[in-house]
């Protein structure tokens, strides 16, 4: 008697970038499409996050506010912070 074996996909992870001393760590990350991001402001000044395309835009984040983002395809996505312009990333979504 022959059995089959069923694939079940679980959710797809989430990941946490956290902003702190004026950068984003890790500034570089690879996720699954299907991933959600998730941005976190550790430090003692307002940041945000916003896609370079327009796809996503946060608020201010005061401390130990988050935002998140679910990457539904698969690219590079770079981003910055609208207040601190030199603190950059990259999701790249495979």
Excluded: Q
Aim: hydrophobic share 40%; net charge negative; with cysteine.
């Amino acid at each position: 008697m022959a059995t089959e074996a069923t694939a079940v996909a679980g959710p797809a992870p989430s990941t946490i970038v956290v902003a702190k001393d004026f950068m984003f760590a890790p500034a570089s990350l690879r996720v699954r499409t299907g991933s959600t991001v998730t941005w976190t402001n550790s430090d003692d000044e307002p940041h945000s996050v916003v896609g370079e395309a327009g796809l996503f835009r946060s608020g201010a984040l005061d401390t130990g506010e988050s935002f998140s983002f679910r990457f539904d395809r698969p690219g590079t996505y770079r981003y910055t912070c609208s207040i601190h312009p030199r603190m950059v990333g990259t999701i790249v979504v495979e």
